[in-house]
């Protein structure tokens, strides 16, 4: 299984970013797929998470500013960043599961101020 995570990179605070994480075959195939993000320091946080079923959780801290969505012809889960802040800097990795977890290999999202 390969996720490869594409969209991060330097944005102001205020304004959106997009990540998007494409997987070998079928996104279907996972219970569930996830958003986690590691600031410098910190411990790796779970962002937002999408069932199979198409249930979302997010975060508290990103709650009504983040959206995590699916295209499943394309095998590609998204996270829409808006009103990003500068505490939301970080190594944004996806993750897959099923009975296994399969992680990306990150990209990084930095917001200035």
């Known amino acids: 299984v390969q996720l490869v995570e594409s969209g991060g990179g330097l944005v102001q605070a205020g304004g959106p970013l997009r990540l998007s994480c494409a997987t070998s075959?079928?996104?279907?195939?996972?219970?569930?797929m996830s958003w986690y993000r590691q600031a410098p320091g910190k411990q790796r946080e779970l962002v937002a998470t999408i069932s199979r079923g198409g249930n979302t959780n997010y975060a508290y801290s990103v709650k009504g500013r983040f959206t995590i969505s699916r295209d499943n012809a394309k095998n590609t889960v998204y996270l829409q960043m808006n009103s990003l802040k500068p505490e939301d800097t970080a190594v944004y990795y996806c993750?897959?599961?099923?009975?296994?977890?399969?992680w990306g290999q990150g990209t990084q999202v930095t917001v200035s101020s």
């Open positions: 993750a897959a599961f099923s009975g296994s977890s399969y």
């Open positions: 075959g079928s996104i279907l195939r996972f219970n569930a």
